[in-house]
Nanobody, 115 residues
């Protein structure tokens, strides 16, 4: 059993920054690959960033250069820092992990960027 819990969302002005957290618990390892997704209002869920089991990071073009994904292996935490936030970043942000062939998702955290 794996649980993922996101936190750190909120209301922020354009140009601001946020750090989102994903706490993983259960049978998952701190080195498991984790992905961040987001779902803007009225749109489909979209991939944002990934960190692999060997620590490689990848980003969608929409956030590349503004976003850093990192992790604390010992604490089973993954973080997503987004700088220079834009209204288009408004969405519910989710973390996802695939463990033992099963996809796990958190409940999401709302990020709202005001213009």
């Amino acid at each position: 059993q794996v649980q993922l819990v996101e936190s750190g969302g909120g209301l922020v002005q354009t140009g601001g920054s946020l750090v989102l957290s994903c706490a993983a618990s259960g049978t998952i390892s701190g080195r498991n690959g984790i992905q961040w997704y987001r779902q803007p209002p009225g749109k489909q869920r979209q991939w944002v960033a990934s960190i692999t089991s060997d620590g490689m990071s990848y980003y969608d073009d929409s956030v590349k250069g503004r976003c850093i994904i990192s992790r604390d292996v010992a604490a089973n935490m993954v973080y997503l820092r987004i700088n220079n936030l834009e209204p288009e970043d408004t969405a519910v942000y989710y973390c996802r992990a695939n463990f033992d062939g099963t996809d796990y998702w958190g409940q999401g955290t709302q990020v709202t960027v005001s213009s």
